[in-house]
Nanobody, 124 residues
Framework: QVRLAESGGGLVQAGGSLRLSCAASGGSFTNYRLGWFRQAPGKEREFVSSITWSGSGTNYADSVKGRFTISTDNVKNTVYLQMNSLKPEDTAVYFC?????????????????WGQGTQVTVSS
């Protein structure tokens, strides 16, 4: 059974940085894609970024492009989301999720396994 555990959220001032981690266990992720999503209060869950476990095929939502960087550590089975130049509108619960296959995928419903989420709050 795949398990995902996010960490690294917190409270930061606008312009600051945070690094989120997603530790994966319970499977072999060679042919998987890992995605980061976020959900703000009263809003739908939205795509942030994704990557294959080999570290290729990265993509980003336009709203975070140039500020966020996704990466993998296959030894630790962990995926990171480095978030720089944070804005108040980045405030949300951030989730990681996996799906089988390396093709790009943006819709939350095509991801099968989810973590519990980590809160990111950016103050102005």
């Amino acid at each position: 059974q795949v398990r995902l555990a996010e960490s690294g959220g917190g409270l930061v001032q606008a312009g600051g940085s945070l690094r989120l981690s997603c530790a994966a266990s319970g499977g072999s992720f060679t042919n998987y894609r890992l995605g980061w999503f976020r959900q703000a209060p009263g809003k739908e869950r939205e795509f942030v970024s994704s990557i294959t476990w080999s570290g290729s095929g990265t993509n980003y939502a336009d709203s975070v492009k140039g500020r966020f960087t996704i990466s993998t550590d296959n030894v630790k089975n962990t995926v990171y989301l480095q978030m720089n130049s944070l804005k108040p509108e980045d405030t949300a619960v951030y989730f990681c999720a996996t799906r089988w296959g390396s093709s790009y995928a943006y819709a939350p419903e095509v991801y099968n396994d989810w973590g519990q989420g980590t809160q990111v709050t950016v103050s102005s």
